[in-house]
């Protein structure tokens, strides 16, 4: 038996026969702004699935803890359940979006060093921004958790560095959110890695294979990502 858990924006989460496992459908639908901007593009859950596999699989390569298991179709993946711990980490290697508008910098100035942001995963509030001693004194986590949190994202931002620059692709910022594994409390990488959820700019051209040609009416979503797609195709 199969019972829809929890139906977001991009995903439905589905409970499996196993308690420790769910089924994630990836939707066709995109959302920007805190969910005022909204459109559906056929295709999109296909492609969003595609690109995460392929991202989740070289995660795996390089040893970093995931909830990934495997894809089951094309829009479809089975995960390890997990507790996710509310708080939306932003890794940014390139200035752009809201910290372009918040510190009045240029996007594309490179930031020299990895900055890596908490947000408090709350749609009521619009994901404030908070420190870790916000998280600490709300209990949304623990020092050695965020302490972990931190090393696995600045260990993920490395590998897919090193993966779209083989692709001609710039990673310039980009969410992650992890959980706790019901079976020991372990921190992994959850949720998805996606151009939902990256900005990704080519190399030379800083054309964006990325959500924000929907956020700003650049390009055709699903075309833009399936070019991501077939980019990542081609690196081994
Ligand atoms: P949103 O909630 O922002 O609209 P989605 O449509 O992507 O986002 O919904 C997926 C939901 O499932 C998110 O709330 C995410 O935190 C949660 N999630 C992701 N991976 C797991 C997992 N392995 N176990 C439990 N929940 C998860
Ligand atoms: N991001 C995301 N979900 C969010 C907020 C941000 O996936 O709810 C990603 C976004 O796609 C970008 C990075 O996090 O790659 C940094 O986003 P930013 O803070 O610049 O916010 P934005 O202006 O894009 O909302």
Redesign the pocket.
């Known amino acids: 038996m199969s019972q829809l858990l929890y139906e977001g924006k991009a995903k439905k989460m589905f409970t499996t026969d196993d308690p420790d496992v769910l089924r994630v459908e990836y939707k066709n639908d995109a959302t ?3 969910g005022k901007k909204k459109a559906v593009f056929p295709g999109k859950g296909k492609l969003n699935n595609a690109i995460c596999t392929k991202i989740f699989h070289v995660l795996k390569e390089n040893n970093l803890p995931t909830h990934f298991i495997e894809k089951i179709s094309e829009t479809e993946q089975l995960v390890k359940a997990v507790d996710i711990v509310p708080i ?1 980490v ?3 290697n390139i200035v ?6 918040r510190l009045g910098l240029d996007e594309g100035t490179d930031l020299g060093q990895t900055i890596v ?1 908490f ?1 408090y ?1 709350s749609d009521e509030l619009g ?1 404030p921004m908070i420190n870790d001693d916000h998280a600490l004194a709300t209990k949304i986590a623990t020092e050695e958790e965020l302490a972990e949190i931190r090393r696995q994202a600045l260990s993920v931002n490395e590998v897919l560095q090193a993966l779209f620059a083989e692709a001609g692709i710039l990673l ?4 992650l959110e992890f959980g706790k594994l019901k079976s020991n409390g372990g921190i992994v990488l959850a949720d998805e890695i996606s ?5 990704l700019w080519d190399k030379e051209t800083h054309e964006k294979l ?3 040609v929907f ?1 700003r009416n650049i390009a055709d979503l699903p075309e833009t990502y399936e070019k991501l797609l077939s980019r990542l195709e081609a690196v081994k």
């Open positions: 920007a702004f805190n939306e932003v890794v940014r752009a979006g809201s910290l372009a508008k942001e947000y995963k994901d310039v910022d980009f969410k151009p939902d959820t990256c900005r990325d959500k924000d956020r």
